[in-house]
C-alpha cells in the first residue's frame, strides 16, 4: 500500500513545456487559492525532519554559490556590498532559495521566464540543462535597468526544466549614450544602452566568444563586465551542480512535489506576519520626483519638458493577510529616463515586504503571492510603448517603495511594535561616467559607494545613525575608498565623511548622510561625470519622518570646474572635505571657482578637466517626533561631537548652548526653556486647515499651475481612480478640465 | 629576564600548551615519548597568570610530578589566552587617538557601513534593527592631516604612478593633532592614511614628527602606523587592525607577561609562546600582537597538520565539533587555507586567519520546533549544563544522543556528572515528537539526520567550492562531541579515509603544542602582467618582486632577531596576491619555486595563479585574455621549535583484549533498535579493530560505530573510521 508521501509524488509527474507548466501553475494558483494547488503540506507534514534537510541542501547551494563567485567579480557591488543575489527558482522562476543581496530581485525572475515559455524558447533556440540565458531588458526579462543583469541556467531532468539556477548583478557601465550604469538622459529605450531580451548566450555553462566580444563593444567596461558576467554564470554552476546531487538524493518525484510545498508554506507565513504585525485598511501615500529634462538639448523635442514624476500607492491589508498594493494615480510613462515596467517595479515594491514580512521564514515566492501589485497600462510603471526607456526607475521608485515602507511602519507603531518602526528613507546616490586617458585609454565607471548604504531614521526611542543599511542589498557596506581609486584612475578622494546637520530633525533624529569630495586629477582627453540617485526627499512627501518629525533633507551635488585647488595644495592650504565646504571656501575664497554649481535634481553629465571637485551629500534619513522635546543632554552630544552646528540646535530644537574655555558646549537651561516657549508661541499663527483648503481650491480652479504640474495631474487624472479622488477633494465642477 | 627564544632553548623532556577558554583552561602537556596528559583548571580572566600555574599543576599532578619540575624541564610553554577578547568585548582598552588623512575623520563612525557582521540570514534581512559596533577610539579623537599618496589603479602606465605623492604631508598638522591628543589623555596615538599600504612614507614621517611632539611632553605614547600594523588595501578594515593593536594590544601584552612570569618563577627558563589567528606562535615580543586576536579555534588545525605529517597525509579536512559550533577546516598540502579578512566582534580587520566555516551545531545547542512545525538547532547552547538530562531548561543535542542511547548517561565525563535519561527522553517527546505528532524516537532520528546533514554539507562545500575531491581528502574528527557523530555527518562523503583519536577533545591544546614559530609580511605591490609582456619586461618585474622579498626577508631577520629567533635558521615560504586585471578579489598564489630570479618565472607565477584558479572556479569563469594584476607579496618566516612527537606502540591483535569490553546497550539507529557492544578506550591497544554496532567510551568522549563500519586503530592509537 502506496504511503501518504508515495501517493502525493505521483501526482504532477510527466514531462511538459515551459508554457504548459505556466498554465498549470497559474490555473491551480488562481483556483484554490494556494501555490500550485498545494492544500496540504502532504511532505512536510508525513516527514518534517526530511522536508527540512531537504530545504537545507537548496539553501546551502546557494549561500555557497554567493560566498565563493563573488571573488570572481570586477565591480565592489558585486563582490562585498550586496549588489549581487544567486538564487535557486522553479521550473517556473519562483524563488525557492536565496543568497545573500539583492533579495527583492526576485520578482523579476517569472517575468523572464514566463517570457522565454510565451515566446516557445523549449523549440527555438532550444532549452537544455546547463545551457546559459542573459537577459537585462525590463520589458521581456523583469530588470529594472540595464544595469542590472541576469543569468539563468536551466536545470533539466528527465528532459523537463525543473529548476533555474539564476545569478544577478549590478554592472559597471551599460553603453549607454550617458555613460554608466544608470543613464539618467534618455529619450526611449534606444538610449538605455546595451538592452536584450533572454537570449541563449552560452551552452555546457560556458558563454560562447560572441557574448564577451558583445560586452567590449557595446559598453564602455567590457572588462569589467565580463568579469561580472563570468561571475554570475561561476555561482549558477554550482547550484546548478548542487541541485542535481540533491535531485539525485531525494528523488525526481520529491523535489518537485516539495519545492512547492516550500513555496506555499512560505506563503502562508509571510500572511501569519502580516496578521500579527498590520491592521487590515488602507493606506495611502504619495510621492514626487522631479526629471529636468528642459532645454537640455536640441534634437529631441518631445522630451524637451521638465517632469514631475507622481507615485501613489495604496496600499491595502485584509484580515487574512493579504495584501494589494495599487499604484493607479501615478504618473503616465514619460520621454525620460525614469520609466520602468511591472517586473522591475515590482523589485522596489517588494523591498519593504521581504524586510518585514520575509526575513524570519524561507525566503521565496511566497512573498510575491501574498503582496500584489497593481500598474494599470500606461502608467510610469507599465507603459503602454514598449520603447520607453527604463535607464532609471531606481531614481524613482525608492520613493514608491518608501511610500509603501512608511505604511508598515505606521501600522507597527500604532499596534506597538516600537522597536521596529521607524523614519524609512534610502536615499541612494551614485557618480558615474567615462574618459579618454591622455594617452587614449577608454574607461568606463560607476561609483557605488552610496548605493551601498544609508543613515537609518529616527526611531521613536532613538538617533538613526549614519550608513547603517542599504535596503536594497541587506548587506550595508560603501567599500572602500582605496579600491574606488585603483578602479577610476582620475578621482580621488579628499573626503569621505558624514555631513553635519544633514538629517531629518526630532525628538530623536535620523542618522546623518555621508558627503564626499572627488578631486579630479589629470583626466586626459575627456572626462564625462553625471549622477544617478534616488531623490527621495526632492519633495518632502516621501521622507516625511514619523509622528512629527522632520523629512529628510534632499541629496545634493556640487561640483567646482576651473578651481586654483593645485595653488591651494602647493601652499600648504587645506582643501575642503565635504559638499558644504566646497561651497564655504568657494564662498570666502579660499578656494577659486570659476564656475560653482550646487545641483538639487540630477545634473546633466558634465565636462570635467584637471583639479575639478565633485562632491555629493546624500543618504540623509528622517526624524522622529517634534524636535523641540528633543533632550537637551543629546541636543549638547551633537553639538560637542560636531554632528550639528549651533545655529541648526538654537533655531531647529530650540537649545541655546555656550562653549566653556576648554570649547565644551554646556547648556543654557533658561534661554531654553524661553526659546522653546517662544517657539510654541509661534506656531499658533500657523494658518487653519480649512482656509488653507479653501485658498489652495481656488488656485486649483483658476488652474494656477506651473506646466510640469499640470502635465503630471493631467496623466494621473487620466485614470478614473486618481480623477475621482481629485475632483473629490477639491469639490469641483464635473466640467472641470485641468 | 632574559630574551631567550625557543631556538636558543636546550632540550628538554616537556612541551607544554595551553587553550585557555572563556571557561577552562587546559593544558597539554606532551612528554618526550610522545605521549601526554592534560590538565584543567578554571580560567580567571582577571589574573590568568594564576588560572595558567593551575592547570599546569594539574596535568602535572597526573604524571606524578609538581609544576615547578615541569616547568624546569620544559622546552617551550605555549599559550592562547582570552585577554585580548576580553579587552575588545569590554571596552576596557587603552584611551586611543588617531591621526587619518584628512576629509576621513569619520571613518570609526561609519565603518564602511558594516553593521551586519556576524549576523544570520534572518537577522540581515531585517535591516531595521541593525545598529553600529561601539567604535574603539572616541570619534572626537580622530583628527584629520592633509596628506595623499596615489594608490595606483588598473590603468598603470596610463595614468598616475603607485606611490606619488599627490598632496604633501602637512607636518603642522601633525604637531597641532598630536599635542591635542597628548592634552586629552591619549594613550597611543594611531596613524592612517589612505593608500600608506603602497607608500608608507607618509605615515612615517608623521609618525616621527609626532614622536618629536611626545618627547617634548611629559608623556610617553607609542605611536603606531597603519602601514606597518597590516600594510593591505581597503582603508576600513585597516583601520580595524590599527585600533585593535592600539587599543588592546599592549594590555594583552602585559597579561601574557604576567604569565610569562608566572611559568619562569616556577622554573621555566624560556620565552612564553602565544598564538597566531592565521597559524603559527611567536613570542610575546611579537610587535603587532592584536594577530593573536582570534586562536582558540585554530589549535586544531595545527594538530591536523601534526598527525597529517606523521601519517603522511597530503589533504585534510578537519571537524571540530563542540559545544557550541561545528568547525570545518582546510589542510590542503599541508598548508592551512587563509581568509584575508577576518570578523571579529563586530569588526572586519584586515588580518588574514586561518579559514574555518561554521554552523550552530553543536552537542550542546538547543533543539526547537517554531510555529511553523520548522526545527531549528542553536544558537542558543547549553554549556556546562548540557542539556534537560542535566541542568538546563531545553532539548539539546546531547539529550538526544542520550535518549537514543548513544551516549551512555552513566558514564558522561567518566562518570563525574550522571545524566537522567528519562528527562532527556521527556524534553525530545515535548519539544519535538508531540507538536510534529511522531514517535518520540523517530523524532530523535530525524533531529540527527538535520544536524548531521547541515554538518556534512557544511564540510563537503568548503571543500567542493574549492575545486576540491573529497576522494583525495582525510577528514579528521575531533572536539568532544566530533567523535560521537562522526558515523553522521561523514555518511556517504568518499573520504580517502576518516580518522578521530582518543585524545579528541583535547586536540586543540594538543595542535597549539605543534605550533611553528612564525611570522608573516605583507606588502602592497601595484604590478600588471599584461598578455605579451615583453620578456625584458617580465624580467624587470621578477628583478622588482625579488627585491621587495628580500625587503621582506630583512624585515623578517631584523624583527625575529630582536625576539631572540637565531636568525640562521629561519626558512621562508614566498606568496603573491594576485588576480585577473579588472578584478577585485586577489587570491593567495602559493611561489613553490620561491624567490623570482628570471623572466620566465614570471610565466611560473601565472601558472601557479590559473592553477589555483581553476581549482576554485569552472573553466567559463577564467579570463586569461585580461591578463594578470599582482597586487600584494607576502612571506612566511618559520624558525625551528620544539615539536611534540606522537608517541609510537607496538601493534597488537586484531581481536581486543577482554579488558577493554564493557558490555552491550540497546541503540536506536537508523530507525531501529540494534545492540551496539561497548568498549574501553583506554583498553583498545594499536593494531585492535573494533567491528560494529559498537560505541568506544571514553570519559572524555564518545565514538559510534554503526553496523557494517568499524574502527582500525593505528600505531599511533589513530582510530580510522572505515
Redesign the interface.
Known amino acids: 500500500m502506496a504511503t501518504i508521501e508515495e501517493k502525493v509524488l505521483e501526482q504532477g509527474a510527466g514531462r511538459r513545456s515551459l508554457e504548459q507548466m505556466f498554465e498549470e501553475r497559474d490555473r491551480l494558483t488562481r483556483e484554490s487559492g494556494h501555490y500550485y494547488g498545494i492544500t496540504e503540506l502532504s511532505l512536510r507534514d508525513a516527514d518534517p525532519l526530511k522536508f527540512e534537510r531537504f530545504y537545507s541542501r537548496l539553501h546551502t547551494c546557494v549561500l555557497a554559490a554567493r560566498e565563493v563567485a563573488r571573488y570572481v567579480a570586477a565591480s565592489p557591488g558585486g563582490r562585498e556590498m550586496g549588489e549581487s543575489l544567486w538564487a535557486l527558482t522553479t521550473a517556473e522562476g519562483d524563488s525557492l532559495a536565496l543568497s545573500l543581496g539583492f533579495f527583492s530581485h526576485t520578482a523579476a525572475f517569472p517575468v523572464a521566464v514566463r517570457y522565454m515559455a510565451t515566446e516557445k524558447y523549449d523549440d527555438n533556440p532550444g532549452i537544455d540543462d546547463a545551457d546559459v540565458f542573459c537577459t537585462d531588458d525590463g520589458l521581456t526579462g523583469g530588470a529594472p535597468h540595464p544595469g542590472d543583469t541576469y543569468c539563468y541556467v536551466p536545470i533539466v531532468v528527465q528532459g523537463e526544466i525543473i529548476a533555474w539556477a539564476v545569478g544577478l548583478n549590478h554592472i559597471m557601465e551599460a553603453g549607454a549614450p550617458v555613460a554608466g550604469s544608470w543613464p539618467g538622459f534618455c529619450v526611449d529605450t534606444f538610449m538605455d544602452g546595451f538592452v536584450f531580451p533572454p537570449m541563449k548566450t552560452g551552452t555546457k555553462l560556458k558563454q560562447a566568444t560572441w557574448w564577451d566580444n558583445l560586452w567590449k563593444r557595446r559598453t564602455r567596461a567590457g572588462t569589467m563586465n565580463i568579469l561580472d558576467d563570468k561571475m554570475r554564470l561561476a555561482g549558477c554552476a554550482m547550484v546548478h551542480k548542487g541541485v542535481h546531487e540533491i535531485v539525485h538524493e531525494f528523488g525526481l518525484p520529491y523535489f518537485k512535489r516539495a519545492v512547492r510545498e516550500v513555496i506555499e508554506e512560505s506563503r502562508r507565513m509571510v500572511m501569519d506576519n502580516i496578521k500579527a504585525l498590520m491592521i487590515p485598511g488602507t493606506y495611502t501615500g504619495v510621492a514626487f520626483r522631479v526629471a529636468k529634462y528642459g532645454d537640455m538639448q536640441k534634437i529631441w523635442a518631445q522630451a524637451d519638458r521638465d517632469n514631475l514624476i507622481h507615485i501613489r500607492q495604496e496600499l491595502s491589508v485584509d484580515g487574512k493577510g493579504r495584501m494589494a498594493a495599487d499604484l493607479e494615480g501615478s504618473s503616465r510613462w514619460g520621454q525620460h529616463a525614469f520609466n520602468g515596467y511591472p517586473g522591475g517595479a515590482d523589485c522596489s515594491l517588494y523591498l519593504a515586504m521581504t524586510n518585514t514580512f520575509s526575513h524570519n521564514t524561507k525566503v521565496t515566492a511566497g512573498i510575491n503571492l501574498t503582496v500584489t501589485s497593481h500598474y494599470p497600462k500606461g502608467c510610469i510603471y507599465n507603459p503602454d510603448n514598449d520603447f520607453a526607456s527604463f535607464a532609471n526607475i531606481w531614481a524613482q521608485s525608492m520613493a514608491m517603495n518608501s511610500v509603501g515602507f512608511y505604511s508598515i511602519n505606521r501600522a507597527l507603531f500604532s499596534r506597538g511594535y516600537l522597536e521596529e518602526a521607524f523614519a524609512t528613507d534610502g536615499d541612494w546616490d551614485g557618480v558615474q561616467g567615462a574618459g579618454e586617458l591622455a594617452d587614449g585609454t577608454p574607461y568606463g565607471f560607476t561609483n557605488f559607494e552610496y548605493v551601498g548604504g544609508v543613515a537609518s531614521g529616527a526611531f521613536c526611542y532613538r538617533d538613526g545613525e549614519p550608513v547603517t543599511w542599504a535596503e536594497w542589498t541587506q548587506l550595508c557596506n560603501i567599500g572602500n575608498a582605496e579600491e574606488f581609486e585603483y578602479l577610476i584612475p582620475t578621482m580621488f578622494y579628499l573626503g569621505r565623511k558624514t555631513l553635519p546637520g544633514f538629517c531629518g530633525h526630532g525628538k530623536f533624529r535620523g542618522g546623518l548622510g555621508q558627503t564626499s569630495v572627488h578631486w579630479i586629477v589629470d583626466p586626459g582627453r575627456h572626462l564625462g561625470m553625471s549622477r544617478g540617485g534616488a531623490g527621495t526627499a526632492m519633495t518632502t512627501f516621501t521622507a516625511t519622518g514619523m509622528s512629527g518629525g522632520y523629512p529628510a533633507p534632499n541629496c545634493f551635488h556640487v561640483t567646482a570646474r576651473g578651481t586654483n585647488l593645485q595653488e591651494l595644495i602647493d601652499n600648504g592650504g587645506h582643501t575642503p572635505r565635504d559638499a558644504m565646504e566646497v561651497i564655504e571656501y568657494a564662498a570666502d575664497g579660499r578656494l577659486k571657482v570659476d564656475k560653482l554649481e550646487v545641483w538639487k535634481y540630477d545634473p546633466p553629465e558634465l565636462q570635467m578637466k584637471h583639479n575639478d571637485l565633485w562632491s555629493n551629500a546624500t543618504g540623509a534619513a528622517g526624524g522622529w517626533g517634534d524636535p523641540i522635546e528633543r533632550p537637551a543632554s543629546l541636543a549638547l552630544q551633537d553639538l560637542n561631537e560636531g554632528s550639528m552646528k549651533p545655529a541648526f540646535v538654537a533655531a531647529l530644537y530650540g537649545v541655546i548652548a555656550t562653549q566653556n574655555a576648554a570649547g565644551e558646549w554646556e547648556l543654557d537651561a533658561p534661554a531654553t526653556a524661553a526659546r522653546r516657549a517662544a517657539i510654541r508661541l509661534a506656531r499658533k499663527d500657523a494658518k487653519p486647515a480649512a482656509q488653507w483648503w479653501q485658498e489652495e481650491r481656488e488656485r486649483v480652479v483658476r488652474r494656477e499651475f506651473i506646466t510640469p504640474i499640470a502635465d503630471m495631474y493631467r496623466g494621473s487624472a487620466s485614470f478614473p481612480k486618481f480623477d475621482r479622488e481629485f475632483r473629490g477633494f477639491w469639490q469641483l465642477p464635473a466640467d472641470f478640465q485641468i | 629576564m632574559a630574551t631567550q627564544a625557543p631556538t636558543h632553548a636546550a632540550p628538554r623532556e616537556f612541551i607544554l600548551a595551553l587553550d585557555a577558554g572563556g571557561t577552562m583552561t587546559d593544558t597539554i602537556l606532551v612528554k618526550g615519548d610522545g605521549s601526554f596528559t592534560i590538565g584543567k583548571s578554571l580560567t580567571n580572566r582577571e589574573d590568568e597568570a594564576s588560572s595558567y600555574s593551575e592547570s599546569v599543576a594539574d596535568a602535572a599532578l597526573q604524571i606524578g610530578l609538581d609544576s615547578r619540575t615541569v616547568h624546569t624541564n620544559t622546552s617551550v610553554s605555549i599559550y592562547a589566552g582570552t585577554g585580548m577578547l576580553n579587552t575588545i568585548l569590554t571596552g576596557t582598552g587603552r584611551k586611543v587617538g588617531l591621526l587619518v588623512t ?6 570609526t ?2 565603518e ?5 557582521l556576524g549576523q544570520t ?12 559596533t561601539r567604535p574603539l577610539v572616541d ?2 579623537n580622530v583628527l ?1 592631516v ?1 596628506e ?1 599618496i ?6 598603470s602606465g ?3 604612478a603607485p606611490g606619488e605623492e ?3 604631508l ?1 607636518e ?1 598638522d601633525v604637531r597641532r593633532h598630536t599635542q591635542t591628543l597628548i592634552d586629552r589623555g591619549c594613550e597611543v596615538i594611531g596613524i592612517l592614511f ?2 600608506s ?1 603602497i607608500a608608507p612614507k607618509h605615515e612615517h614621517r608623521a609618525k616621527a614628527v609626532a614622536e618629536e611632539v611626545v618627547a617634548k611632553s611629559d608623556r610617553r605614547l607609542p605611536i603606531v602606523c597603519s602601514s606597518d600594523v597590516a600594510p593591505v ?5 585597516r583601520v580595524k587592525s590599527l585600533l585593535f593593536q592600539c587599543f588592546a594590544a599592549e594590555l594583552t601584552r602585559e597579561a601574557l607577561l604576567a604569565v610569562e612570569g608566572a611559568a619562569r618563577e616556577d622554573g621555566y627558563n624560556g620565552r612564553l609562546l602565544t598564538l597566531l589567528s592565521y597559524g603559527g606562535a611567536v613570542n610575546v615580543e611579537y610587535q603587532r600582537l592584536y594577530e593573536t586576536m582570534v586562536s582558540g579555534p585554530i589549535g586544531g588545525l595545527m594538530g591536523a597538520q601534526i598527525v597529517a605529517n606523521k601519517l603522511a597525509l597530503r589533504n585534510v579536512v578537519t571537524a571540530d565539533m563542540g559545544g557550541t559550533s561545528f568547525d570545518v577546516g582546510l589542510l590542503v598540502d599541508g598548508r592551512l587555507g587563509l581568509r584575508k579578512d577576518a570578523d571579529f566582534a563586530g569588526h572586519r580587520l584586515a588580518l588574514p586567519m586561518v579559514a574555518l566555516d561554521s554552523v550552530g551545531s553543536g552537542a550542546g545547542s538547543a533543539v526547537w520546533i517554531d510555529e ?4 531549528h538547532v542553536g544558537p542558543d547552547s547549553a554549556g556546562a549544563k548540557v542539556g534537560s538530562c542535566f541542568k538546563y531548561d531545553k532539548l539539546t543535542v546531547t539529550d538526544v544522543n542520550v535518549a537514543l542511547g548513544y551516549v551512555d548517561p552513566s558514564y558522561f565525563l567518566g562518570g563525574k556528572i550522571a545524566l537522567d535519561r528519562d528527562k532527556a527522553l521527556k524534553a525530545l517527546e515535548e519539544t519535538v515528537a508531540k507538536p ?1 505528532g ?1 514517535d518520540v524516537y523517530e ?1 530523535g532520528r ?2 540527527l ?2 544536524v548531521n ?2 554538518m556534512r ?2 564540510a563537503l ?1 568548503m571543500m ?3 575545486g576540491y575531491d573529497p576522494r583525495e581528502f582525510t577528514m579528521i574528527c575531533y572536539g568532544g562531541a566530533g567523535p560521537v557523530h562522526m558515523w553522521g555527518f561523514t555518511d556517504g562523503i568518499p573520504f580517502e579515509d576518516v580518522i578521530t583519536m582518543p585524545w579528541a577533545a583535547g586536540f586543540s591544546a594538543f595542535g597549539a603544542a605543534g605550533a611553528e614559530y612564525m611570522h608573516r609580511y605583507h606588502r602592497g605591490f ?1 604590478e600588471l602582467v599584461p598578455n605579451g609582456m615583453a620578456h625584458d619586461d617580465k624580467q624587470a618585474l621578477a628583478d622588482r618582486l625579488d627585491a621587495v622579498f628580500r625587503g621582506l626577508e630583512e624585515d623578517a631577520r631584523n624583527e625575529m632577531s630582536a625576539e631572540g629567533v637565531d636568525v640562521r635558521h629561519l626558512t621562508f615560504r614566498y606568496g603573491v596576491y594576485a588576480r ?6 586577489s ?1 593567495d598564489t602559493v611561489l613553490d619555486f620561491g624567490h623570482l630570479k628570471r623572466a620566465e618565472d614570471v610565466d611560473r607565477l601565472v601558472d601557479a595563479f590559473e592553477d589555483m584558479y581553476t581549482k ?8 586569461p585574455q ?1 591578463g594578470y594584476s599582482i597586487t600584494e607579496v607576502y612571506l612566511q618566516a618559520v624558525a625551528p621549535k620544539p615539536q611534540p612527537d606522537m608517541r609510537e606502540y607496538p601493534l597488537s591483535n586484531h581481536e581486543p583484549a577482554a579488558a577493554a569490553f564493557v558490555g552491550e546497550r540497546d541503540v536506536y539507529h537508523a530507525g531501529r533498535w540494534v545492540p551496539f557492544k561497548v568498549w574501553q578506550m583506554g583498553e583498545l591497544t594499536a593494531g585492535n579493530v573494533v567491528n560494529g554496532p559498537a560505541i568506544i567510551r571514553d570519559p572524555m568522549t564518545t565514538v559510534v560505530v554503526p553496523p557494517g563500519k568499524r574502527i582500525e586503530i593505528d600505531r599511533f592509537l589513530c582510530l580510522h573510521y572505515r
Open positions: 584628512r576629509g576621513f575623520e569619520h571613518i563612525i561609519v564602511g557601513g558594516l553593521t551586519y540570514q534572518a537577522e540581515i534581512l531585517h535591516q531595521q534593527l541593525h545598529e553600529h570619534p572626537r584629520g592633509a595623499r596615489c594608490g595606483g589603479s588598473y590603468f596610463s595614468h598616475r599627490l598632496v604633501p602637512n603642522d589612505i593608500n599600504f588595501s581597503r582603508e576600513n578594515n511553523y512545525r520548522r526545527l510534529l511522531i523524532a530525524g533531529i539526520d538535520v546533514t547541515q554539507d557544511l562545500a567542493t567550492s574549492k601595484v585577473y586585471i579588472g578584478q577585485l578579489e587570491f576554485v572556479y569552472p573553466v567559463g569563469a577564467r579570463f585580461a
